[in-house]
T-cell receptor
Framework: KQEVTQIPAALSVPEGENLVLNCSFT??????LQWFRQDPGKGLTSLLL?????REQTSGRLNASLDKSSGRSTLYIAASQPGDSATYLC??????????FGTGTRLKVLA | DTEVTQTPKHLVMGMTNKKSLKCEQH?????MYWYKQKAKKPPELMFV???????INESVPSRFSPECPNSSLLNLHLHALQPEDSALYLC?????????????FGSGTQLSVL
């Protein structure tokens, strides 16, 4: 059974710092991995999608990497801003419509 | 239009009430999803419709009844809910019918069952 874990569970950093969020999954047989952002009480916004054949994806200050063989993905946020404060979730797609979500990292960027 | 629209945003209902949640997308997506999310937990899949047919029911209690009247609309009918059903209900969609694509989420309906 696929399990997805995110470390750390919570993170507080000063504005301007570069940071890395981690996502681990137990079954390497995935089709893709997505990173999402969720603001309190709101829906999820897809940030980056990495197909299983890809190693990384970039969008603006965000860079996500995927090492399928080791069951790991990282989300790198450059020059963090207070507006980046949110919960970040990763999700792996293993087929049959099932995205398995990680436990999330609650990020607070201090001004 | 790259939005998934959910109504209502908030809903309070008693255990004997019947209510419905509505979800719309006009992106031409062929798969639509219902997720349930409790506070500080990840979303949990409830139902998936692909090409307007129910493809997945994750053993959800019958007090939740999904409906897909057309390719743009998804409903979730609620009846005789329990207080533990209080949660954020999220609708999502993907472009193709396989699910191996970017998930687009609505902003959710915050449900409270009294």
């Amino acid at each position: 059974k696929q399990e997805v874990t995110q470390i750390p569970a919570a993170l507080s950093v000063p504005e301007g710092e570069n940071l890395v969020l981690n996502c681990s999954f137990t079954d390497s047989a995935i089709y893709n991995l997505q990173w999402f952002r969720q603001d309190p009480g709101k829906g999820l916004t897809s940030l980056l999608l990495i197909q299983s054949s890809q190693r990384e994806q970039t969008s603006g200050r965000l860079n996500a990497s995927l090492d399928k063989s080791s069951g790991r993905s990282t989300l790198y946020i450059a020059a963090s801003q207070p507006g980046d404060s949110a919960t970040y979730l990763c999700a792996v797609f293993s087929g049959t419509y099932k995205y398995i979500f990680g436990t999330g990292t609650r990020l607070k960027v201090l001004a | 239009d790259t939005e998934v629209t959910q109504t209502p945003k908030h809903l309070v209902m008693g255990m004997t009430n019947k209510k419905s949640l509505k979800c719309e997308q006009h992106m031409g997506h062929r798969a639509m999803y219902w997720y349930k999310q409790k506070a500080k937990k990840p979303p949990e899949l409830m139902f998936v419709y692909s090409y307007e047919k129910l493809s997945i029911n994750e053993s959800v209690p019958s007090r939740f009844s999904p409906e897909c009247p057309n390719s743009s609309l998804l409903n979730l009918h609620l009846h005789a809910l329990q207080p533990e059903d209080s949660a954020l209900y999220l609708c999502a969609s993907t472009k193709g019918g396989t699910g191996n694509e970017k998930l687009f989420f609505g902003s959710g309906t915050q449900l409270s069952v009294l």
